[in-house]
């Protein structure tokens, strides 16, 4: 994988590859919004594309929202009106891709990094441990929410990948060992354009993130085996691969219950 943010193309399809410098995860400030706003603005010059898709070249996630850097800076509120207003403009460019964008969900997709994947037409998720999607961290600023429920971003829970798929916030959820194939098997199928990104709403946003100040961070939830496989973070054979079975019942799945 590249070693930074950028495209590598093949017959039609584009992969724009999210490697922020600097930091072992993907999260945004100024100057990745603008790294991604030249990536989305090399994409809509090429007329061949049909089809993009957007993953990480990171292995620690797909991306984990804003950096903690960038909302500390952040003071006045004014700032963070036109902050939320620049990340509206870049993921209005994305969805107005002419080529159809996928979003290809591997590891921890939060705050920004959700609405990254929701401006997307289609999201496809590797379920995993440690893939949860959700806002425990920031409340949305990007205008990428269409489809989560109020639920999902005012308790700052998580969400597993086939949880996700459950409330149609992911199109198609699948192992990793899958995901080559799901991913290949998706493309040729060419699906249409849906052009999902809102365009109300986004002033009453604004003014939202402007007078929140920020959440408190915490860490993500350590889950128990047995709730990871009920709410379908793994499978039961990884299940079995992680952990010995027990004769006890599993847990029914808990939807929101036992996230963050």
């Known amino acids: 994988m590249p070693p930074e943010t950028s495209i590598t193309t093949d017959r039609g399809v584009a992969t724009l590859w999210l490697a922020f410098p600097g930091e072992p995860v993907n999260a945004f400030d100024l100057a990745r919004l603008n790294q991604l706003e030249a990536a989305i603005a090399a994409l809509s010059a090429d007329r061949h594309l049909e ?12 991306c984990a929202g804003l950096h903690p850097n960038a909302v500390r800076s952040l003071m006045h509120p004014a700032d ?20 159809v964008t996928i979003a290809l ?24 441990l440690a893939n949860h999607l959700g806002f425990p961290h920031e409340r949305p600023c990007f205008g990428g929410t269409a489809g989560v429920p109020k639920e999902l971003i005012d308790s700052r829970r998580t969400l597993s990948g086939r949880e996700a798929r459950t409330l149609g916030l992911v199109d198609r ?63 039961p054979l ?21 996230a963050a």
């Open 80 to 99: 963070r009106a036109a902050f939320s207003h620049r990340g509206q403009t870049v993921f209005a460019k994305l969805a107005a891709l002419r080529a």
């Open 105 to 128: 969900i591997e590891g921890p997709c939060l705050g920004a990094g959700l609405e990254l994947a929701a401006a997307c037409d289609y999201r496809l998720c590797v379920a995993g």
């Open 173 to 235: 959820a699948f192992c990793e060992r899958r995901a080559r194939i799901e991913l290949q098997t998706f493309l040729n199928e060419a699906h249409p354009k849906r052009h999902q990104f809102r365009s109300a709403g986004l002033a009453d946003e604004r003014r939202a993130f402007a007078a929140d100040m920020g959440r408190e961070w915490r860490p993500l939830p350590a889950l128990d085996h047995k709730i990871a496989l009920a709410r379908g973070f793994i499978t």
């Open 238 to 258: 990884e299940f079995e691969q992680l952990s010995k079975p027990t004769p006890a019942a599993l847990e029914p799945a808990s939807g929101f219950r036992a």
């Open 51 to 62: 089809q993009v898709v957007i993953r990480s070249a990171k292995p620690a996630g797909f």
